[in-house]
């Protein structure tokens, strides 16, 4: 079956160049977030949506980092005005139910390797 | 920040041997978690166990959790070379979806 999918897996950028990170998760979905993982590091948390709803953007390290799920199941996450500390894996998972469906197993993708030069 | 925090960092074992992850948290919990990474992979979810839960079992896992000392463990046995992999627990803080992960333990299971 078809499981979450992220587009590019690479992307090479410039520094100071915008860049649009893709995901699509398991259809039927509900939640979907949005990680940043560095070397060696375990994933840290960026932003959360419930279907459409983007109802926890805590983890989004400055206003240049922005995600949408317009309707509710693709999302992008954009990064503007890039820099060299941006470069890192991101990571998107989905998870059946919504957040009020208690602990549940996210779904991962294999990630976009972002270098920024 | 990270919340979690995996021991040992590294572990090195023969095939058919076990290993013992152990990972400690700093704040209350609804569930905890534990994930594999193969290199260049996305994570994989192992098992889940609730706050209220002190043992559960998983095929060759074997998860525990003790919350008056905010830590849990993760046994897998009879390895096989295909368990290498990076191993990641994840708190949700009493959130209910917002995952913490540690940093991993990298395993290393030599044929």
């Known amino acids: 079956g078809a499981g979450v999918s992220q587009s590019p897996r690479y992307k090479v950028a410039k520094r100071g160049q915008d860049v649009a990170l893709r995901c699509d998760p398991i259809?039927?979905?509900?939640?979907l977030f949005w990680y940043q993982q560095a070397l060696g590091q375990g994933p840290e948390f960026l932003t959360y949506?419930?279907?459409?709803?983007?109802?926890?953007k805590s983890g989004l390290p400055s206003d240049r980092f922005f995600a949408e799920r317009p309707e509710g199941s693709v999302s992008t996450l954009k990064i503007q005005r890039t820099q060299q500390e941006d470069s890192a894996v991101y990571l998107c998972?989905?998870?059946?139910?919504?957040?009020?469906?208690?602990?549940?197993?996210?779904?991962f993708g294999d990630g976009t390797r972002l270098s920024i030069l | 920040s990270q919340q979690g925090e995996e021991d040992p960092q590294a572990l090195s074992i023969q095939e058919g041997e076990n290993a013992t992850m152990n990972c400690s948290y700093k704040?209350?919990?609804?569930?905890l978690q534990w994930y594999r990474q193969n290199s260049g992979r996305g994570l994989v979810h192992l098992i889940l166990?609730?706050?209220?839960?002190r043992e559960k079992h998983s095929g060759r896992l074997r998860v525990t959790l003790d919350t008056s000392k905010k830590s849990s463990s993760l046994l897998i046995t009879a390895s096989r070379a295909a368990d290498t992999a990076s191993y990641f627990c994840?708190?949700?803080?009493?959130?209910?979806?917002?995952?913490?992960f540690g940093k991993g333990t990298l395993l290393t299971v030599n044929p």
């Open positions: 998972a989905s998870s059946l139910l919504g957040g009020q469906g208690g602990g549940q197993p996210q779904h």
């Open positions: 259809s039927g979905h509900v939640s």
């Open positions: 949506f419930q279907n459409e709803a983007q109802l926890d």
């Open positions: 704040t209350s919990i609804n569930n």
């Open positions: 166990i609730r706050s209220n839960e």
């Open positions: 994840a708190t949700d803080g009493g959130s209910n979806y917002k995952l913490t």
